[in-house]
């Protein structure tokens, strides 16, 4: 079945945004893997605005207490490279970004830095990390990241959520067709593909239905969602139409 990643990212905002020691990300993660999430994604940014270096600590030792794997997105950086060493997490997701972007705007420019992503690359599969690049479904992109040593591509779904949120079915449509057809590229060069980006319940089902992914990551839809109802019933309903769309990929 497809693999969830539930990102806590944004219980940090939370945190944070009062100076205080709650809510604590790592329980957040505890809830999330005993409901059912394959793994916890976490995005360590160079300004430190969410996601701390001691939340990357304990949540290091809490994914190998739970036989979970931990996904270290991060930024294409010396400083970050050497964190991820450090830590040696089971994944890392090399991703952009800008100081004064509000969330991630779309996908690593793979082609245009090439032998920077290639030499982090290397670099973080000496300690055994899982390389994935979060890029645009581009066939250039794609080949580039296959070219740069990468293990795994995580397209980035955001326009296509925002369009049909939007209700603009027909590029909606189209940019879910360069998505399926991004997917089936990657799969052919060798490399696993995943997918992630402003997922919510109305727009994870077609995505769901792509058979070359194999894992999404979501987290901002979540962690809002579980205000109202809990974290562990949000991700349950995610896991439902997740494997609802499986099931209807499979008959």
């Known amino acids: 079945m497809l693999r969830l990643g539930v990102n806590i990212d944004h219980v940090a905002t939370i945190r944070n945004a009062r100076g205080s020691s709650y809510p604590e990300p790592v329980r957040a993660a505890e809830l999330a893997l005993a409901a059912g ?62 100081r004064e972007e509000v969330t991630t705007e779309g996908g690593l420019d793979v082609v245009k830095g090439a032998n920077r992503i290639a030499d982090a690359t290397g670099r973080l599969r000496t300690v055994g990390a899982r390389v994935s690049l979060f890029i645009e479904p581009d066939p250039a992109q794609i080949q580039a990241s296959a070219d740069a040593g990468a293990q795994v591509v995580e397209l980035h779904t955001g326009a296509y959520c925002d369009a049909a949120r939007a209700g603009e079915t027909d590029r909606a449509a189209a940019i879910l067709e360069r998505l399926k057809s991004g997917a089936a590229l990657a799969a052919s060069l ?32 979540l962690i809002g969602e579980a205000i109202f109802v809990g974290l562990p019933q949000a991700i349950l309903r995610m896991r439902t139409l997740m494997d609802a769309a499986r099931l209807e990929l499979a008959a």
């Open 190 to 221: 060798g490399l696993e593909v995943h997918a992630g980006h402003g997922i919510d319940y109305a727009t994870v089902k077609p995505i769901a239905a792509i058979p070359q992914i194999v894992e999404l990551n979501i987290g901002h839809f």
């Open 37 to 98: 999430a394959d793994g916890i994604t976490a995005h360590l940014r160079e300004d430190r605005r969410h996601i701390s270096d001691a939340d990357i600590a304990v949540l290091t030792d809490l994914c190998l207490k739970r036989g979970k794997p931990l996904n270290f997105e991060m930024a294409v950086t010396d400083e970050m490279v050497g964190i991820a060493i450090g830590a040696k997490p089971h994944a890392a997701c090399l991703v952009p970004e800008r």
